[in-house]
């Protein structure tokens, strides 16, 4: 999910832009990743563009996976990652003329970029590929993943039009913190400063100083949510995500969001931003939450009321074919009855019908004393102990609701034992026998004491036991998602074309993927013994090769 960064209030605001020769002069270019800067429907297509380059040749991912995002002849894109739209909508609202600010794509970069220009704003959710769900990838295929190799290309363009034109250039968006964690390689890639956290307080300061040509601090972390100084977004943004929260405070220390408290948008701020979506040719939209159904609430306590009025607002709004939910809390849903969830689907409908409601929930383990030691705040406000059939009890909840729960488990969390690995692999088996997609994650840390300690999981430490829990998942996820992936495309107006060929690219995966697990299985068992003599203990996305088996 992406996330506003940096917020602008530069100095010398209202001059007039610079325009030479029809030409559109920005001092304030701001760019996303091109995985963020595709044309995508459905927030699955916007997924799956983080494979691996050796999974996915760049002309298929190019033009069929992630096609370019359309731009104007001024080079406006016509879909933005939120973070940057948020970003330009700060900046008009504190009084930059909109010719000084635009929101491109990498494609059109380069046309922009000149002695005009001041500061370069880069987004990115993964741009040295170290996050959670993508390590998980890449510790089965070679190559790089598209975030990161798209961000580095992108990168080099920039860095050679730094040197001529002597601009600063700011980094943020999800995956901040991997730059913050790594400033060699940040300065490396041409980067003067790396803004982490929401841009709305800070942020203002940052790039005031940097277009009037003063140095900012290298790495910056903000710690507030801002929702304060939010601005209504001025143009459409990527795949229609909508904010309706900000940050989580559940305290999961594989999360950055952990520490940061939820608050929530206004109403009338929800409701402008996707008026803006529709106006701009969006029809389906992504609601942007760390907990769709805690919006409105306090603490980790949901308020249904809150919720509903939001949802019944939001339905008045004509021409949406449909709203996906993304992420959600096992124990937020848990506080919701029957009849609440069943109204919450029922003013989620729009247009068009979606049988398949996806809502994804991090269940992390069976064990709920591990879930509770990683990720303090989880099942708050109830007990660790009751963790296993509580989330059996969501899960059925969900679907018997109309939702689809599309549920993560995570591989190596620190304190796991094989007795967890056991029986996190049978509440698997459970979820296997109803309907719902299990995606196995790596644990990788984010914070900078243990990535130095070495707590991630990998291949390397992966056991036999940990291989049959994750070929498990995937078995399930290789029946399961091509359907939902399907149903999702067909509501979100996806040609029946495309969608045929991105079933036909599954298969393809499903056969990798299986060819893979077996070499594995073969050169698994002796060093599984060998590490089980050595030690017991240790800690949204693996969609990929799911496409293809559509009944
Ligand atoms: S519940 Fe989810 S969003 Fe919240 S801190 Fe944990 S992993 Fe992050």
Redesign the pocket.
Known sequence: MHRIVIVIVPAGMGRKAAVNEGRLKPAIILVADRTLSGSYKVLFEGIFATMQTTQVPQAVMRHLISPRMAVDKEGRAHAAALGIRRLEAALINAGLDRKEVICTTPEALPRLLGPWVKVVGVSSSDPLGRGMSNTTTANFWKGQLYTRFWTGRMMEVICQAKERYNFKVIGGGAGAWQWINDPQEARRQGFDTIFEGYGETTGVKVIRDMLEGRSAAEGICEKATATEGICSIVAASLMGIIELSR??????G???????K?RHLPIDTIIADLETNVAGGIKSVVSGS??FFRYGGEGVKVNFDKLHELLETMKRVSGLTFMQID?A?VSSVAQLSDAQLREIRRLLTWEAKSDYLWVNL?V?SANGRLVAAN?T??IAPYRAEDWQGMVEEVVEKLIHNGFYPVLSIVLGLPGETPADVEATAKLVEYFGRKEAVVFPIFYEPVRADEIGSKERFSLARMRRDHLDLYEKCYEINFRNVPKLFWDNQRAGGVPLGKRTLMRMLGKTEIRAWRKTFARLREELPLQTLERGRKSCGFNDKVLIGSLGELN
């Open positions: 940050g989580c405070g559940r305290g999961c594989f999360c950055t969001m952990a520490q940061k939820m760390e907990d992420h809390n991090g992390e990720s705040g989880k």
